[in-house]
């Protein structure tokens, strides 16, 4: 697999996956795009430890957010729960395409 196509296709496909999975998202799909793509590069780092990385930087883009407009815009229980439906999709979906891709040439 080309590291460097996927992680292309994650921030293509990741903010459009992410807001149809869970529109509420919507806010935050880039920050939490960006944090997978840094998840991804983590060395050694298993799935679990990943969504724990990508759930770190939308939360800190939740806070920030809520303390921007003095009022909780994004609950935080709910965001978590959104990630933990949507980037398995986005995982999915781009693994998919990059498969077909690879399949193509």
Do not use: F, R, Y
């Amino acid at each position: 697999m080309n590291k460097t196509k996927w992680l292309s296709l994650v921030k293509l496909l990741a903010p459009i996956i992410l807001t149809t999975v869970k529109p509420g998202l919507a806010p935050i799909a880039g920050n939490i795009t960006d944090a997978i793509n840094e998840a991804e590069q983590l060395k050694g780092a298993k799935g679990t430890d990943k969504l724990q990385h990508v759930k770190n930087i939308a939360n800190s883009a939740a806070d920030a957010i809520n303390n921007a407009k003095s009022k909780e815009v994004i609950d935080k229980a709910t965001l978590n729960k959104a990630i933990d439906d949507s980037v398995n999709t986005v995982i999915s979906v781009v693994n998919m395409v990059q498969k077909k891709s690879d399949e193509v040439k």
